[in-house]
């Protein structure tokens, strides 16, 4: 079963305190993404990669980092996290060569930064 | 700027009552539109692919069209099950791939 795997799926924390949300994949994709969901303003991509050691900034990457040591791994990191980083946040994954409609996401994590 | 808006906001049917989303785009030269649906809490879910206008897709009560500005979601004598949020986006050809998403609609079904 194709599958996007996140974890936490709920966290809160503190400002400041570093966290990692990891996303796993197991169908051998090459694309793989992070998006945040807040009310009315609809998913908003942070960062994506292309494939292993290539990572690219979405559009709005401030405060966050990814890795992408491993194909089926992506996660992503918040240094300091800040109450404007309370969020739902998705991992998504594509083959690469498709034009988008065999992207599948994650069950979303939910972050409350106080 | 490529941009994607969606309309309206939210919309509340009575089961049975048909109706169509609106999800109109500008971008630099499309290469896919494509229709996702979300239930509260979960990831979006893949519903159809559109690449030209005068296309259409359907799957169950659900139609997409396709024209050179937008992309209408008909919802034909919808069900309570049919209640979720859709969402639209975009790819443009020199994008990378990269998706332009709207906002969404909320959908609901009143039985």
């Known amino acids: 079963e194709a599958q996007v795997t996140q974890n936490p799926r709920y966290l809160i924390t503190v400002t400041g305190k570093k966290l990692t949300v990891t996303c796993s994949q197991n169908?051998?994709?090459?694309?793989m993404s992070w998006y945040r969901q807040d009310p009315g303003l609809g998913l908003r991509q942070i960062y994506y990669?292309?494939?292993?050691?290539?990572?690219d900034k979405g559009d709005v990457p401030e405060g966050y980092k990814v890795s992408r040591k491993e194909k089926r791994n992506f996660p992503l990191i918040l240094e300091s996290p800040s109450p404007n980083q309370t969020s739902l946040y998705f991992c998504?994954?594509?083959?690469?060569?498709?034009?988008?409609?065999?992207?599948?996401f994650g069950e979303g994590s939910w972050l409350t930064v106080v | 700027e490529d941009q994607v808006t969606q309309s309206p906001e939210a919309l509340r049917l009575q089961e049975g009552e048909s109706s169509s989303l609106n999800c109109s785009y500008t971008?630099?030269?499309?290469?896919?539109l494509f229709w996702y649906r979300q239930d509260p809490g979960k990831g979006p879910e893949f519903l159809f692919t559109?690449?030209?206008?005068?296309e259409e897709k359907e799957k169950e009560r659900l139609k997409a069209t396709l024209t050179k500005k937008e992309s209408f979601l008909h919802i034909t004598a919808p069900k309570p099950e049919d209640s979720a949020t859709y969402l639209c986006?975009?790819?443009?050809?020199?994008?990378?791939?990269?998706?332009?998403w709207g906002a969404g609609t909320k959908l609901i079904i009143k039985p």
């Open positions: 998504a994954t594509k083959d690469r060569g498709s034009a988008g409609n065999t992207i599948y």
């Open positions: 169908m051998n994709h090459e694309y």
């Open positions: 990669s292309m494939n292993v050691e290539v990572t």
């Open positions: 971008v630099s030269g499309l290469r896919g």
């Open positions: 559109l690449y030209s206008a005068g």
């Open positions: 986006a975009v790819t443009a050809m020199d994008s990378n791939y990269q998706l332009i």
